[in-house]
């Protein structure tokens, strides 16, 4: 199993551009979930999705939209980026009530 | 609301020393926590969960509902143990729901 695979690693994006980031897991989890981490700030929960076909608001969603494709992949797009956005983005996914697995990450410049 | 609190950003020790990284809570449910830890440059993993009681690389942590607090202990710090540390918190019992982090704490063992 490859676990959970994120594309890309790493992207510069100019303001304004458009992207969406690529998840996707092979162990037939139900929820996926969708962060950004930041110095001091920890890992944010921006959207997470409990199961296929539905999508839930986390701690800091605005400016993101995501598409719960199927039951393996989970995107994250943005629509305009922000320097705000700058981060790196962890996906994750979790079986029944168990641990989360989490993605090596992307590391967003936007400038 | 769902929150999380590790009040250390940085906590060094050295070799052989205690160490305890705290982690306070605020939920109104019966909560399930949570230790990830990441070392550098990889991605984040499960350290322990309240539930399953266990030592992992000799750390424990114990729930404690009356103070809202999931501690993290070790009575030994090896230098291999320098890592960032995340306490999260997600409704007990169910997986269809969002899994809240912490800002971290990045714990240094001195040799």
């Known amino acids: 199993n490859a676990g959970v695979t994120q594309t890309p690693k790493f992207q510069v994006l100019k303001t304004g551009q458009s992207m969406t980031l690529q998840c996707a897991q092979d162990?037939?989890?139900?929820?996926m979930y969708w962060y950004r981490q930041d110095p001091g700030m920890g890992l944010r929960l921006i959207y997470y999705?409990?199961?296929?076909?539905?999508?839930d608001k986390g701690e800091v969603p605005n400016g993101y939209n995501v598409s719960r494709l199927n039951k393996r992949e989970f995107s994250l797009r943005l629509e305009s980026a922000a320097p705000s956005q700058t981060s790196v983005y962890f996906c994750?996914?979790?079986?029944?009530?168990?641990?989360?697995?989490f993605g090596p990450g992307t590391r967003l410049t936007v400038l | 609301a769902q929150r999380v609190t590790q009040p250390e950003k940085l906590l060094s020790v050295f070799k052989g020393a205690p160490v305890e990284l705290k982690c306070n809570y605020s939920?109104?449910?019966?909560?399930?926590l949570f230790w990830y830890v990441q070392y550098s440059r990889q991605r984040l993993q499960l350290l322990l969960r309240?539930?399953s009681r266990e030592s992992i690389k000799g750390f424990t942590a114990d729930l404690n509902k009356g103070e809202t607090s999931f501690h993290l202990k070790k009575p030994f710090a090896q230098e291999e143990d320098s890592a960032m540390y995340y306490c999260?918190?997600?409704?007990?019992?169910?997986?269809?729901?969002?899994?809240?982090f912490g800002p971290g704490t990045s714990l240094s063992v001195i040799p």
């Open positions: 939920y109104s449910g019966s909560p399930e």
């Open positions: 162990m037939n989890h139900n929820s």
């Open positions: 309240h539930i």
């Open positions: 999260a918190l997600s409704k007990s019992g169910t997986s269809y729901d969002k899994v809240i």
């Open positions: 999705s409990a199961s296929e076909g539905t999508t």
């Open positions: 994750a996914s979790r079986p029944n009530t168990d641990t989360q697995y």
